[in-house]
Structures are given as C-alpha cells and as structure tokens.
C-alpha cells in the first residue's frame, strides 16, 4: 500500500454477485406496490363470494339454505347471516380497493376469514392463512400510496415538523 500499488477487493463468485442483485431487485420493490396487491387481490376473492349470494338485488334463498345447511354458524339466525355476509362481501372490498377506511376494512374482512376459517371450512387454512397474511399486511403497514387513505392523511395531518 505504500509503495503505491491498489489492494485488490476480494473476488465474489457469479453466484453470490446475482444473489446481491436479486436482493437490491427485492428491496426496490415498493411497499405500497405490495399493500395495493394485498388489498385488491383478497377483495376481489371476497367480493365474488358476495356475487354468488345474490339475485339481482336481494340475497337468494340459495344463499340462506347454505348458512342454515352447511355453514351452520352458532349464535346467529342463517337469515340475518347471509343477508350481512352479503353485505360485508360488497362493502368492505369497495373500501379495500379504494383504500378508503383500509385498516378497518381489512380487520373486518380477516374477521370473517377467522369466522370461515374456525366454523365453516377449517380444512381451507392454506387459502384463510393467505388471505390473513394480505389483511395483516395492510392492517399493519397501511394501505400505501395508492389509496384514498393516503390522500386524506396528506390533505389533513400536519406536516411531520408540526407533530408533536
């Protein structure tokens, strides 16, 4: 080092060289890019589950014979169960894809994933875990840039100088 000469950087293998690369790739990805997938993806899922449900615009008998057949949910008349499921399946993806009141509408959403996952199809829990692993992501770290909710909180919360 003295005498003027460069001391050479240790060689990286091809492998680990692409390994580094894959991972900045990786880490450039935006997390608003994910939370808007984790929030379209699973809405639209739950959305067309509501579909099924209707008759143009009323719940179909079909729908109340399955939550009095084979949903059988405790604590709650099949009727009244199939006529808010239907709701909940419209109303809240709505909300996730806009990503209006996304934090709520996720927890809503998950907790119908939990109520399908421990009464009506426990065997499904590769899908439920899917979808609990897309509402806790936006439960978690928001609903990103691509959302309504992003630009309510711009227009309204004070500027990160002003908070205390």
């Known amino acids: ?10 060689k990286i293998s ?5 390994f580094r690369l ?9 997390l608003s890019l994910i939370s808007l997938g984790a929030r379209i ?3 639209a899922v739950f959305w067309q589950s509501g579909e099924t449900k209707l008759e143009g615009w009323h719940v179909s008998d ?3 014979f399955l939550f009095q ?3 059988k949910l405790p604590l709650i008349d099949p009727w ?5 499921a239907a709701f909940a399946e419209h109303f809240f993806p709505i909300l996730l894809v806009l990503g209006l009141a996304s934090r709520f509408a996720a927890l809503a959403l998950l907790g119908m994933t939990l109520v399908i996952e421990i009464f009506v199809y426990p ?8 979808w609990a692993i897309s509402f806790l992501t936006v439960i978690v770290h928001g609903p990103g840039l691509f959302s309504l909710d992003h630009l309510i909180r711009r227009r309204f919360d004070p500027p990160a100088s002003l908070r205390a």
């Open 1 to 10: 080092m003295l005498d003027g000469s460069a001391v050479s950087a240790p």
């Open 62 to 64: 079909s729908a109340v």
């Open 22 to 30: 894959f991972r900045r790739g990786c880490e450039a990805v935006p």
């Open 14 to 18: 091809p492998a680990v060289a692409a």
């Open 123 to 130: 065997d499904a829990w590769p899908t439920h875990g899917v």
């Open 41 to 43: 993806f699973p809405a």
């Open 69 to 71: 057949e084979e949903y």
């Open 80 to 84: 009244l169960a199939a006529h808010l």
